[in-house]
């Protein structure tokens, strides 16, 4: 993008519990939800958007 130009960050298919910050594209939060997670993440200036596809896998709490 060219300078000063503002960004917007999306996601989809994150793990329950987690959320983007569209303002700055931080992936934030807690997960208590075990599996596999197919997300997308995009950003875009407006103008052209770019997106990269991920796999999240979430782990079971181990037992105390």
Known sequence: PNAGTTLS?????LPTGLSINAGNGIISGTTTT???YDAVVS???????ASANFVWTIAAAAAP
């Open 9 to 13: 960050f999306a996601a989809a298919g």
């Open 34 to 36: 075990a599996g596999r």
């Open 43 to 49: 950003v875009s200036d407006g103008t052209r958007t």
